[in-house]
């Protein structure tokens, strides 16, 4: 089955800097590459996601990236700020409406 | 507007207990699932489906069943609760398309506490 490694565990940036959270999956059959934000007591919420024909997608401050040759995606935060303080998750599926393959968590801390 | 409802927040069971974990779901979507979230683990599949009536096993479904009698409701089931089995369990449904607008939409989450 799929198996995805998110890196790193902890991150912890100033307000105002670049975040940057790294998963690899193993299935070359996966498309589907969401990221979901968790924040302390609440539920996971879907905050971005990219297929495996698009290369990159923006939203705002957040932008994902994928290379599908090396199986591996990226969460990109700019100008972060302490509201992005959060578990993100990365994940993979074959297919969108599939069972997804959750990464281990980033703790992400943004210090004012 | 809650859209994914798990019955319980909090839960407290005794070993040995049977217990059931309810999901509803007012979106119309055909895929429920069910995971368990631990510290440092992650969010791990528990079982799945696709369809009322229909089930598939995640990666870790030793000690649980499932049931889906109707599309909106989608059951956990712990057969003999045990002590590891403590956990935060998290509902989860989606689309069962191509199109844009999926991804999964969680419930609240219910931490069980086995004594």
């Known amino acids: 089955g799929e198996n995805v490694e998110q890196h790193p565990s902890t991150l912890s940036v100033q307000e105002g800097d670049s975040a940057v959270i790294k998963c690899t999956y193993s299935d070359s059959a996966s498309n589907y590459f969401p990221w979901y934000k968790q924040e302390l007591g609440k539920r996971p919420q879907l905050i971005i996601d990219?297929?495996?024909?698009?290369g990159e997608k923006k939203d705002q401050r957040i932008a994902v990236t994928l290379n599908k040759t090396a199986k591996h995606f990226s969460l990109h935060i700019t100008e972060t700020q302490p509201e992005d303080s959060a578990v993100y998750f990365c994940a993979a599926s074959s297919d969108s409406g599939y069972a997804l393959n959750f990464g281990k968590g980033t703790s992400l801390l943004v210090t004012p | 507007d809650v859209k994914v409802t798990q019955s319980s927040r909090y839960l407290v069971k005794r070993t040995g207990e049977k217990v059931f974990l309810e999901c509803v779901q007012d979106m119309d979507h055909e895929n429920m699932f069910w995971y368990r979230q631990d510290p440092g683990l992650g969010l791990r599949l528990i079982y799945f489906s696709y369809d009322v009536k229909m089930k598939e096993k995640g990666d870790i479904p030793e000690g649980y069943s499932v049931s889906r009698e109707k599309k909106e409701r989608f059951s956990l089931i712990l057969e003999s609760a045990s002590t590891n089995q403590t956990s935060m369990y998290l509902c989860?449904?989606?689309?069962?398309?191509?199109?844009?607008?999926?991804?999964?939409?969680f419930g609240s989450g219910t931490r069980l506490t086995v004594v």
């Open positions: 989860a449904s989606s689309l069962f398309s191509q199109r844009d607008d999926y991804g999964y939409t």
């Open positions: 990219i297929r495996s024909n698009v």
